[in-house]
């Protein structure tokens, strides 16, 4: 794969989705954004595990690595983040779910762009992502996504 996105654009656009997931299903935006950005930081220690993974490695606690990687923080700093992982890890409030949704939907326009630069084998990536889906808001995005070009609005 050439060129393939990073870790940080991932995230922001896991955050920017977030919010307007949030904004639409009567959420917090700025509460799901927030929840977005912290959402990955343990890949920083464990790297992003692929699922062909799965039958060989348990999947780390994001918790616990969160705990180690905010141990030397102030304070209010630490318990910030570590509760905002928590919060998103637990997907009982409406914003984890909007962020939850918001990271599913971001590998489906990953996996959509791909596509239309002639990688092959994603649909994979796309279904999944569809399945996981909870919020109307994301399967509306999602149904759009698939049927829509990446690149359309430079045809208008």
């Not at 489906?108 to 649909?123: I, K, N, P």
Request: charged share 35%; proline share 4%; aromatic share 4%.
């Amino acid at each position: 794969m050439r060129d393939p996105e990073s870790v940080a654009e991932h995230t922001m656009r896991v955050a920017q989705l977030a919010a307007v997931i949030a904004a639409e299903e009567g959420a917090d935006p700025a509460r799901a954004a927030f929840l977005a950005l912290w959402h990955d930081t343990q890949e920083t220690r464990t790297g992003d595990l692929p699922h062909t993974a799965a039958d060989y490695l348990s999947k780390p606690d994001p918790r616990r690595i969160t705990v180690d990687q905010t141990a030397n923080l102030p304070d209010r700093s630490r318990e910030v983040i570590r509760a905002a992982v928590d919060e998103y890890e637990a997907k009982e409030t409406a914003e984890a779910q909007c962020a939850k949704d918001a990271d599913k939907l971001e590998m489906l326009l990953q996996a959509v762009e791909y596509r239309d630069t002639g990688v092959q084998r994603v649909d994979g990536w796309i279904d999944s992502a569809r399945k996981g889906l909870k919020t109307e808001t994301a399967r509306r995005i999602a149904e759009a996504a698939v049927a829509i070009s990446p690149l359309a609005w430079r045809d208008r």
